[in-house]
C-alpha cells in the first residue's frame, strides 16, 4: 500500500448519495481523482482511452461486490471479507492497469461483410486430479 495511505483503515464510498446530497457530486470528483491516478499507474494523459475504460472497470467492480441483486455471490458482510475484498478488487485491479501500459496492438481494419479467421486457440491442458 502507498505509504500516504497507511494511517487509513476504512474508506467510505458513496455510490448512491446516501451520505452527501447528489449536488455535492462527490462522486464526479472521486472520478477525477481515480483518473488521474490511473493515468499516472499507465504513464499517460489523463484524456487517453484507457483511462476512462480503467476507471470504469473498477467502480463496476465495487458496485458489483456491493449489489445484492447480483447472483454472482454471496455479498460479504464482515468487516474482515470486506477488506479482503476491497484488497483483491485493488490489488486486481492495479495489476490489470499496469499491465496495460503499452498501447494495445493496432488492428488492421475489417472491411463490411467481412469476417476474420477465429484465432488457434493453444490445447488445453487436462486439469490434474
Known sequence: MDPRFAHIDSWIFDLDNTLYPASAD???LIDVRMGEYIAELLGCRPDDPRVRRSVTSVQLQCLAAIDRRLPLHSV????A???DLADHIARFSIGGITGLRAPAPRRSPTRPG???APRA????????P
Open 114 to 116: 467481412t469476417r476474420r
Open 81 to 83: 471479507a470486506i477488506a
Open 76 to 79: 460479504p458482510t464482515t468487516p
Open 121 to 128: 486457440r493453444p490445447a488445453r491442458r487436462p486439469l490434474r
Open 26 to 28: 462527490l462522486f464526479a
